[in-house]
């Protein structure tokens, strides 16, 4: 079982450039959640996706959506991206109410 | 709205000491309380859990129990050892909201030999 996976590692983008991450769900998961870790800080969740929509949504702008295609793999896209969108980026996948599984995250940096 | 506040770290440990992190919540309904553990450079590991009061979560020598009258669900270890030199998150997912999680600030833990 790979786990949760999430795609890429690293990346580095320019303020007002827009950004794609990736994330594939453990097996068996069909649930996936998105969360912004910002330096020292715990998790912060931004959405949630279930059966291709967006199921619940934390306190981030509009800039920040989202997708999930049917092989319950997801995308998280930002837009217009500012100074302070520069964090690790967490995927999780979850089946029912069940704990999260998180993947190894992405690290935005934006100059 | 739902919240986790646990303790403000660093903390620094000698090997085999014992060890208390505490965290208390806020939450409108009935939460599953959760631990998990962050090493250098990875994503988040699910430690412990415990669904309901009363219910005491155990692994890897860690124990956390869900405390409703106080709020509570403070992790603590007999002996630590270097290998438990991570950062330690407090998390809450409330029922009543579906399955979205609410972290803490995280715990900072470095045990030296």
């Known amino acids: 079982d790979a786990g949760v996976t999430q795609s890429p590692t690293h990346l580095i983008k320019t303020r007002g450039q827009q950004v794609t991450l990736r994330c594939s769900p453990k097996?068996?998961?069909?649930?996936v959640s998105w969360y912004q870790q910002a330096l020292g800080q715990g998790p912060q969740f931004i959405f949630q996706y279930y059966e291709e929509e967006e199921r619940q949504r934390g306190n981030f702008p509009d800039r920040f959506s989202g997708h999930q295609f049917p092989n319950y793999s997801s995308e998280l896209n930002v837009n217009a991206l500012l100074l302070g969108d520069s964090a690790l980026y967490l995927c999780?996948?979850?089946?029912?109410?069940?704990?999260?599984?998180f993947g190894p995250g992405t690290r935005l940096t934006v100059t | 709205g739902d919240s986790v506040t646990q303790m403000e770290g660093p903390v620094t440990l000698s090997e085999e000491a014992f060890l208390t992190i505490n965290c208390t919540y806020t939450a409108t309904g009935y939460p599953s309380l959760f631990w998990y553990v962050q090493y250098p450079g990875e994503g988040l590991q699910l430690l412990l859990k415990?669904?309901?009061?009363?219910d005491k979560g155990s692994n890897k020598g860690f124990e956390a129990t869900y405390r409703k009258e106080t709020t509570s669900f403070h992790l603590e270890k007999g002996s630590v050892q270097v290998s438990d030199s991570a950062v330690y998150f407090c998390a809450l997912s409330d029922d009543d909201t579906g399955n979205q999680f609410y972290f803490g600030t995280g715990t900072s833990l470095t045990v030296i030999p």
């Open positions: 415990a669904t309901k009061a009363d």
């Open positions: 097996s068996g998961h069909d649930t």
């Open positions: 999780a996948s979850s089946s029912g109410r069940n704990e999260q599984y």
